[in-house]
């Protein structure tokens, strides 16, 4: 079932995910199908009754598991809070007894059945068991034992749950052996963080994970913990294993044997395997698994028992005290945040349980090397090792494997946890249960943004064929040597399957978002402009492409071979060059069409409509003056603001003024045309009531040079706003104020676009006339789909004639309920056109953000009347274009008009075999005319390579793109199917992608691993924050506009504004540098500390986020006030104060306004206070309140899909 879509059970998968659940996944093996559910026996947690897969570790004589390991969770590691995203900091907490912690891996265990997951997937267990989980788990009640609360004897209601994870473990690790690629086993850790990963096997972080490193990156992910530990590190565990085994429990992790540090642990049984394999691993490689270890539910009641130390190595597994079990905790595990677990009643128990505290310990868990794993006391735990990541960071062990154990001190998700930090506390039996992964063993995409900044330092030259560019996220230099820049076209594949049962295969969709007249920064040269003379731009004579640098000069310069169909054709008089001795011509790098990838072509007048040139644009506003328009200030606003915009028009030379004309429409029942000639003394009002039948009932005088009338044009705009301010009139018409602005633009026979201002649902009687048709009811229901559809075909329609005569429209929305934006985005969508939504609007505090929106949209450079087509060598096609535009038929994306912002997203298909010689090209070619009215067409280039083998394919993509084409793909698919259809095939495609990859790219080893190819590590993550998006998983707060608004903005998004659109930018406020922003923190609500500052970006939102405790003087930098509670939450732009911080911080929002296309409105959030839900909204690591999964409990959902696909 769909992830994310699950009511919001306890938790969402599951499991109850108490504050954060961490149990989510539970097991990811499939542990305890429901937090504990039942417990089913050890073997469940992983594979029932799978044997070790591993070599089957003896029993780990050292016993002990390795306590901290459990700690399962760095989870916070950071309490602190600002820990955001590296490995936890050692400071955590007091470093708890990592004994019960066991890592369990385990959870990540993917290997087992994963039933946990959750969202239901398995069964769920029902609160009631949960509870008496819970109860159980805290069994001992008396003071936690030390395996940590949750674990103490089972005797409570169930037998130990844990344990029955932990043994799955055993096989948990199985340990694989290393892929080669990781060193078997790590030596022990390295010293310093790096070393702490490894303990645990140290996994390597993750980005830095070795990911094996024969296949094509994998990521292995085996994520080491965050930190990252050396990559190498990968340690010990095989990368690819990532996760060999099923993955040990969480808890389990295992613990290194004693002698070996933790990380050895990773499966690289090999170390271990000398040792006795930590009790924790259950995987006990050496010998036969321990009979226990079916046994174990029983869990090890030693373990339980003890308190401090870990069971017996023996019983380890158990030990893994519940907390550790790799299977999902229970979901009381997690305590919710603020509670701490809940069961746990005692003192922490001196478990790992701690919360991560220590994470580091906690991941260390073994106390690596220190000392035996032996059964930790509880106290013993390791000390954190400063080194040491914390904890066994997570048991890299493969990849994502660690599986953090519910965190143990974790108890809360949120750094406010109450055990946050703190020592274990009692939350500790959280941990005990479900053994949730370690968010910071699992691929970070902080890591992989950051590693790709410091990897970028060179320009990006783009003459090399099939490679990829630097990420979105990166500032880089383009310097174009004959592929077009990434900035106007970006591919999720650099290198395409040579064939379609290959492309089929992998399920990697083939596409590509071009953004034709993208924005350059200054330090790029935008297109060249050349000119053909009057035979226009040299083409093929058979599939047209136009001259590029692509085409093969031949027989001495007289001919070339086209590179797209192969035709020659003849070179003509005017353009004939000779050859140099490499068969290229002598010209070539004096002409941009030889040596460039994007250029722009003159048009002659055979590339015009009706073979005229065309008329310079016009602009026509029109202004809703109903009652709810008029009381909101909107249209004083905007006539006062035209006064000075219309001195900004665009124009291609800044020294000349603009050629582009402008009108004037008003309306509400009926509309009223102003005439504004520059010869009258004050502007003329003409009233069309006939609203069924409209026409323009003036020519000459309503659309008019801006300097010549601009007298008479301010005299309109002041009289305006007077003229209706007492209007009683509340009903408004839509559909005849786009066929008058259609109307006046065939008059004057020109293009142009039409600038709506709108605040209501048009119930007056007209043609468009529209009813309030918003159903909560059918929410979730199969005709949940119709409500995305328009609710009458009368804008399809008139769409249709808008595109064929180059009228785009812009709409400005002013809603104070439901105005069907599903149906009034029609025009705008479909003519390239552009929707801005100000749901109850003020003036106060929205007139910044409108007024913005306004002045980039009526500035910036647009092309009119635009038709673009991509042409594609021999073997492939473009099959599908999404994005706002018409298309008529089934080549041509039909373009009213075309801005700097707008994407269009090509799919491609196969209809041939593609060779690895010549690689596959595409061109796309867009006519347009230009805001001074001249017929142009640009051209962008883009070669990339071809391969017959998967694992090239899966080394060359680019995971952000995929997200963008996926989203806009599942979008579009709302109009025709359920949602829940919708997030199934989209987790459906996902999951073949990454097991086609597992299957026939990555080096064997068990199914416990989650592996996964290192440019798509963050694809999981990636794909949740669309399933948890509004438009696929709404909350109760949101409504069915927003969705439709939502829906429509995104199909027209490039990469860079889907990404932070998806995954916000979190960014601490601590030092600044000047120049330099601080490092981005990964969205999650554990990454928050009370005494900081933090700024989220969504590219719609910007939010400052005050924390509680924050210190005095930053308040005093950026509020001018001291105290916390005198913060006014109601800001939406900060004081402007003389100091240094206050000042950087300002720079910091305007640059990243500056970056967007639509202007943010800053709001405050103090800590604990209401608006705080809707920031935390935007946390999208963590489970959403609408349903939606964490992070962690998705990444195991899709290793189970994973794993039934590859069964």
């Not at 090397?369 to 997570?394: A, E, F, I, K, T």
């Amino acid at each position: 079932m769909n992830v994310n879509q699950h009511t919001p059970m306890a938790s969402p998968y599951g499991q109850p995910q108490p504050g954060y659940g961490q149990p989510g996944y539970a097991p990811l093996d499939g542990g305890y199908p429901a937090p504990y559910a039942p417990f089913n026996g050890p073997a469940s947690a992983y594979q029932p009754g799978a044997p070790p897969q591993g070599p089957a570790r003896g029993p780990p004589t050292s016993g002990a598991t390795p306590v901290s390991a459990p700690q399962p969770y760095n989870q916070y590691s950071h309490s602190q809070g600002d820990m955001q995203n590296g490995p936890p900091p050692m400071t955590q907490a007091p470093p708890r007894p990592a004994a019960s912690q066991q890592y369990n891996q385990g959870a990540v265990n993917l290997s087992g059945p994963q039933p946990s997951y959750p969202q239901h997937y398995g069964p769920q267990p029902s609160m009631q068991q949960v509870a008496n989980q819970m109860t159980g788990m805290q069994i001992t009640s008396g003071p936690p034992t030390p395996a940590g609360p949750g674990y103490a004897p089972p005797h409570s209601s169930h037998p130990p749950v844990n344990t029955a994870y932990s043994a799955a473990p055993p096989h948990s690790y199985t340990q694989a052996p290393p892929p080669a690629s990781s060193p078997p086993t790590q030596p022990p850790p390295p010293s310093g963080p790096a070393a702490s990963q490894q303990y645990y096997g140290g996994p390597t972080p993750p980005s830095q994970q070795p990911f094996n490193s024969s296949l094509p990156p994998t990521s292995q992910q085996q994520f080491a913990s965050p930190a990252p530990p050396p990559p190498s590190s990968q340690q010990t565990f095989p990368p690819s294993s990532s996760y060999s085994g099923p993955a040990p429990t969480p808890g389990q992790a295992p613990a290194p044997p004693a002698s070996q540090p933790q990380q050895s642990f990773p499966p690289t049984q090999p170390p271990f395997s000398s040792a006795p394999p930590p009790a924790s691993h259950p995987a006990f490689v050496s010998g036969p698994p321990p009979p226990a270890q079916g046994s174990f539910p029983p869990r090890a009641a030693p373990l339980s028992s003890q308190p401090g130390s870990f069971p017996p190595p023996g019983p380890s597994p158990i030990s893994m005290p519940s907390g550790q079990y790799p299977g999902p905790m229970p979901p009381q595990q997690q305590p919710p945040p603020s509670q701490p677990s809940p069961y746990h009643s005692g003192p922490p128990p001196p478990r790992a349980q701690m919360p991560p505290t220590s994470m580091a310990q906690s991941n260390h868990l073994p106390p690596g090397p220190q000392g035996p794993p032996g059964p930790l006391g509880p106290m013993q735990q390791p000390p954190s090792q400063p080194g040491m990541q914390g904890g066994y960071p997570p048991q890299q062990n493969g990849a994502f494997g660690q599986v953090r154990g519910p965190q143990p001190g974790y108890a809360g998700p949120y750094p406010g946890q109450p055990n946050y930090g703190a020592p274990a506390t009692a939350p500790a039996p959280a941990p005990a249960a479900q053994k949730r992964l370690d968010p910071d063993s699992i691929p970070s995409p902080i890591q992989v943004i950051e590693d790709d900044k410091v990897k970028t330092t060179e320009p990006f030259t783009t003459g090399v064929r099939g490679q990829a560019p630097p990420l979105v996220t990166t500032n880089f230099q383009v310097k174009d040597q004959g592929n077009a820049s990434p900035r106007f076209v970006r591919c999720t594949a650099y290198n395409m399957p040579c064939t379609a049962d290959m492309a089929k295969q992998s399920q990697v969709p083939l596409a590509a978002v071009i953004k034709p007249l993208a924005t350059l920064p200054p330090d790029e040269t935008p297109p060249y402009l050349v000119d053909h003379g009057e035979g226009g731009p040299i083409r093929c004579n058979r599939c047209k492409a136009y001259m590029c640098p692509y085409m093969q000069f031949i027989e001495g310069g007289r001919r070339f071979q086209c590179g797209f169909c192969s035709c020659v054709t003849e070179v003509p008089p005017h353009y004939f060059q000779h050859l140099d001795h490499t068969g290229k011509r002598v010209d070539c790098y004096d002409r941009p069409e030889l040596s460039l990838g994007s250029y722009e072509f003159m048009a002659t007048v055979d590339y015009c409509k009706n073979n005229k040139i065309p008329q310079p644009p016009a602009f026509i506003f029109l202004i809703d003056v109903s009652y709810n328009a008029v009381k909101s200030g909107m249209v004083n606003i905007v006539c006062q603001e035209l006064k000075t915009l219309l001195d900004y028009l665009p124009r291609e030379n800044p020294e000349m003024d603009s050629v582009v004309r402008v009108g004037f429409v008003t309306y509400n029942k009926v509309l009223h045309f102003y005439n504004v000639k520059a010869s009258l003394a004050q502007p003329q009002m003409l009233v069309v009531s006939d609203v069924s039948d409209m026409f323009v009932p003036l020519l000459d005088g309503f659309l008019v040079n801006v300097n010549e009338s601009r007298l008479v044009i301010e005299s309109l705009l002041d009289q305006i706003p007077e003229m209706f301010a007492e209007t009683r009139e509340t009903e408004t018409v839509f559909g005849p104020v786009i066929q008058a602005g259609l109307e006046a633009l065939k008059a004057a026979d020109c293009s142009g676009k039409l600038f709506v201002f709108h605040s209501s649902l048009p119930i007056a009687e007209a043609p468009g006339k529209l009813k309030n048709r918003e159903d909560k009811k059918l929410i979730g229901t199969d005709k949940e789909k119709s409500l995305f559809q328009p609710q009458v075909a009368f804008y399809n329609t008139l769409a249709k004639e808008c595109v064929a005569q180059g009228c785009c429209v812009d709409l400005f929305l002013f809603p104070n309920q439901y105005v069907d934006v599903a149906t009034l985005g029609v025009v705008p969508v479909s003519t390239g056109g552009s929707v801005y939504k100000y749901t109850y609007f003020q003036a106060q505090s929205d007139t910044e953000r409108f007024l913005n929106d306004l002045r980039r949209d009526v500035q910036k450079l647009v092309g009119f009347d635009a038709v673009m087509r991509v042409r594609t060598s021999t073997g492939i096609r473009a099959t599908d274009f999404f994005g706002s535009f018409f298309m008529s038929n089934t080549t041509d994306v039909e373009l009213a008009g075309l801005d700097c912002d707008k994407a269009v997203t090509v799919e491609f298909k196969h209809d041939d075999k593609l060779s690895e010689e010549t690689g596959a090209l595409m061109q796309c070619a867009v006519l347009y005319t230009s805001c001074s009215g001249q017929r142009r067409l640009r051209v962008h280039n883009m070669a990339v390579n071809c391969c017959s083998q998967l694992a090239d394919l899966y080394r060359n993509c680019e995971t952000d793109t995929i997200i963008n084409f996926l989203s806009k793909y599942a979008f579009r698919g709302l109009l025709s199917n359920p949602t829940k259809a919708v997030r199934d095939t989209l987790i459906n495609q996902c999951a073949q992608i990454l097991a086609c990859y597992r299957k026939n790219c990555a080096s064997p080893s068990s199914a416990g691993q989650l592996i996964l190819p290192e440019c798509m590590k963050l694809l999981p993550v990636y794909l949740n924050c669309v399933l948890k998006s509004d438009v696929l998983m709404p909350g109760a707060d949101v409504s069915l506009d927003d969705r439709a608004y939502l829906r429509q903005l995104i199909s027209g998004m490039d990469v860079s504004e889907s990404h932070v659109f998806f995954y916000p930018r979190l960014l601490p406020l601590t030092k600044f540098e000047s120049g330099s922003l601080p490092v981005a923190v990964r969205d999650s609500e554990e990454r928050l500390s009370k005494g900081g500052l933090y700024i989220l970006e969504t590219g719609l939102h910007l939010f400052l986020w005050v924390g509680a405790s924050a210190q005095q003087e930053l308040l005093v930098s950026i509020f001018g006030t001291p105290s916390f509670s005198q913060i006014d939450p109601s800001l939406t732009s900060l004081p402007v104060l003389d100091n240094p911080f206050s000042q950087r911080l300002r720079e910091i929002i305007e640059s990243f306004r500056a970056q967007r296309s639509r202007y943010m409105k800053l709001m405050v959030v103090k800590q604990e206070d209401k608006s705080e839900l809707i920031f935390r909204h935007f946390l999208v690591e963590d489970k959403s309140a609408s349903g939606g999964a964490s992070y962690v409990d998705f990444l195991c959902h899709m290793h189970k899909e994973i794993r039934q696909l590859l069964s």
